[in-house]
């Protein structure tokens, strides 16, 4: 069956939308099934509308997409010269590009043209350190003004932009710049986080140990006494020899590589992801325009960190006219309605999240509707993992009735989306609207067949715009095939566990590397974990497979809120919610209270990792993990030998 709308657009509100204008220069007035068919059957005639409709800065070239032997093989603009920079820099008026806030109160504003001039400056030190197209230029920065300039800088040049977040640590932090071998370093030497001042020196001198850096390029107020020694200079500084000018971007063919993205490294060392400037261009404006509706000069705020791909898709909003509105720090300080301050201060319009903060903010008894105006507040964004369907009763309760909660789904993989919004369609509570355009998706059964009225792996049968240009440091490829292409060959396989529902939405079940089996059937996790969100006495809970006896039984790990403690009762009352949630087959075999529940630095709990430790195998790389400790409260658990 169906599940329930909870909102829907009105005739004016979708034929105001560019996905309206989008399907009529397609023919198709606003029937959003027949346009995405249509996408998918005819994939030069869509891409070459799309170049156009977006407004896209270059030389298209001939031909908009050319088939090959594989999907891995196919080309997008073969033609084309392009340069991902120059698409975001197109305006120069004193209008603001970035307004950029931290947790303690500061608030800091750039215009379209002062961001021009800035990344004018920094091109020119970039090229005076000897930075050219194809070198790497790293990064360990907050989500901030200068570290957008960093990027825009090293796009205009050619060069190929790597960050992390500062919160990855040493080792982190080495285990993925040392692979890329940077030329440069820009870093923050410290940062701020709820009250606290956390120093960064540590990182950046691993990444020195392990790199030939030529030059470390320190943000803030000058270089700290701890990278002495190091080549490293403060940002003023480097930056002080040059005037602002005009900038040569330099154009490039589409598949040219602009930046490198991790893997969460849960299962080894982080594979570098190498993503194109097209590519991600044209994908991010695709589902900016016509999927969340992005219209120039509104105000478009993204929570993110830079080591998440989030932080690169809400960069590319620059190029369709919006002002960014940036958060570093802790969502919930100075008080846990910080986030929603924001929304009335900015005028947001567009505000993203993850699933982790709404559930929160519903814990915490926030509501929103009560105490702010949320006034141009449209479009919610949420991924990050699976959306609850409370959650959007939440949100239309409690938030605002008359807007649009897009759950969306795609990866660092893609650095993009596969499933998300759609202003032409309605909402349905807990789905996913709808695959977004050129996207040719399915779900299929271990034999490969598609699955239909049950959850299957979620595969892409087609090439799409920002599928990775390569691994770095996989020179015959085989770590990419391996990691998309092995489970079904010539297919993507993205690895997630997804049902398709007869609205043409999606409901997304978990990880299916993590999908539980007990009993020879395929259970995913997010299933159990729609159901524990649902009891105030457990804050988070993480469920995983134990192999026992031949089979696999379920075991569930939960963290306490406010001083709850794990008795018979409570536990009748979880084990009760998911049998009747979800299914007898959910239920686990046992309940277990922990501590902490360990996480990968993009916050996702990692299932992998706890699965490993209870059955004594080592951790392939703990450095993922931003509380690594925590795996010590898995081990060796009484609980769990009979």
């Given at each position: 069956?169906d599940s329930?709308?909870v909102?829907?657009?009105?005739e ?11 399907s ?15 996408s998918?059957?005819?994939p030069?005639?869509f891409?070459a ?8 800065v ?5 031909a908009a997409f ?9 080309q ?7 340069n991902?920079a ?21 608030r ?9 001039d ?5 091109v ?11 070198d ?9 003004i200068?570290?957008?300039i960093?990027?825009?800088a090293t ?6 932009w ?15 710049l040392?692979?890329i071998d940077?030329k ?8 701020g ?5 956390i ?12 790199t030939?850096?030529?030059?470390i390029?320190?943000?803030g107020?000058?270089v ?17 020899p ?5 900038i ?21 060392k982080?594979k ?10 044209i ?8 999927h969340?509706?992005?219209?120039p ?8 960190t830079c080591?998440?791909m ?7 909003g ?15 300080h ?5 986030l ?5 201060a900015?005028d ?11 559930d ?12 702010h105006?949320?006034?141009?507040l449209r ?6 993992s699976?959306?609850?369907a409370?959650?959007?009763?939440y ?14 789904s795609?990866?660092?993989d893609?650095?993009a ?9 309605p909402?349905r509570?807990?789905?996913l ?7 040719d ?10 699955v ?13 715009l ?9 020179p ?9 292409f ?14 398709k529902r007869?609205?043409?939405g ?17 259970i995913g996790?997010?299933?159990?974990y ?7 006495q ?5 469920a ?5 006896a031949?089979?696999?039984r ?8 406010d001083g ?11 084990r ?9 087959r959910?239920v ?9 529940i ?24 703990t450095t993922?993990?931003?509380?690594p400790e925590?795996?010590?409260l ?6 769990l030998?009979?």
């Open positions: 069956m329930e709308i909102w829907t657009p009105s004016a509100q979708k034929k105001a939308s560019a996905m309206w204008a989008f009529q220069r397609a023919g198709f007035e606003g029937d959003y099934p027949a346009l995405l068919d249509w998918i059957r005819e030069e005639a891409h509308l799309l170049w156009d409709a977006l407004g896209i270059g030389d298209k070239g001939e050319r088939a090959g032997p594989t999907i891995k093989d196919a997008f603009y073969p033609g084309a010269r392009l991902y120059e698409n975001l820099l197109q305006s120069r008026d004193a209008a603001p590009a970035i307004i950029a806030h931290r947790d303690d109160g500061t800091r504003e750039i215009s379209r043209a002062a961001l021009y800035e990344v004018s400056r920094m020119q030190a970039l090229r005076a350190a000897g930075v050219d197209q194809g790497r230029v790293a990064a360990i920065v907050t989500h901030d200068e570290a957008i960093g990027y825009l796009a205009a040049i050619g060069a190929i790597s960050s992390c977040s500062p919160d990855f640590g040493p080792e982190g932090a080495s285990d993925r040392c692979q940077p440069i370093l820009i870093a923050v030497a410290g940062y986080y709820g009250g606290k001042r120093d960064v020196t540590p990182a950046i001198r691993a990444v020195a140990e392990g030939r850096l030529e030059k390029v320190v943000i107020d000058g700290p006494e701890t990278l002495s020694g190091l080549p490293a200079i403060a940002l003023a500084d480097w930056l002080a040059f005037a602002p000018g005009e040569a971007f330099n154009r490039l063919p589409f598949d040219t590589p602009l930046a490198i993205l991790y893997s969460s490294g849960t299962t080894g982080p570098c992801i190498t993503h194109s400037g097209g590519g991600l261009l994908q991010h404006k695709k589902e900016q325009v016509l969340c509706d992005l219209k000069g509104e105000n478009f705020f993204y929570f993110t080591g998440w989030m932080w690169n898709w809400q960069v590319s620059l190029a369709s006219g919006a002002t960014l509105v940036t958060f570093d720090g802790n969502p919930f100075p008080a846990p309605n910080a929603i301050d924001l929304i009335d900015e947001i319009a567009i505000f993203g999240t993850s699933a982790k903060y709404i929160a903010c519903n814990k915490a008894g926030l509501k929103p509707r009560e105490t105006r949320l006034e141009k479009l919610i964004l949420s991924t990050g699976p959306l609850i409370p959650s959007f009763d949100i239309y309760r409690d938030w605002k009735a008359d807007l649009l909660l897009a759950s969306i795609g990866g660092t893609i650095c989306c596969f499933l998300g919004g759609n202003p032409l369609l909402v509570r807990g789905e609207q709808c695959a977004l355009l050129g996207m998706v399915d779900t299929l059964d271990d034999e490969g067949h598609p239909s009225g049950a959850p299957g792996e979620f595969v892409c049968r087609n090439a799409h920002s599928m990775p240009v390569r691994f770095w440091g996989d015959d490829g085989k770590r990419y095939h391996e990691s998309y092995a489970r079904f060959p010539g297919i993507w396989a993205h690895g997630d566990y997804v049902e007869p609205s043409g999606f409901i997304i079940h978990g990880r299916s590397d993590t999908t539980l089996n007990p009993g020879g059937v395929r996790t997010a299933e159990i729609r159901q524990t969100e649902t009891i105030p457990i804050g988070e809970a993480i995983v497979g134990q192999d026992i031949g089979d696999q379920v075991i569930l790990f939960v963290t306490m809120r709850a403690a794990l008795d018979e009762a409570l536990e009748k009352t979880i009760a919610r998911i049998r009747s949630g979800a299914s007898p959910h686990p075999a046992r309940i277990i209270a922990v501590a902490a360990p996480r990968t630095r993009s916050g996702k709990i990692s299932e992998i990792a706890v699965r490993d430790v209870i059955h004594g195998r080592p951790v392939k790389n993922a993990l931003t509380n925590a795996l010590d898995y081990r060796d658990l009484p609980q030998r009979d």
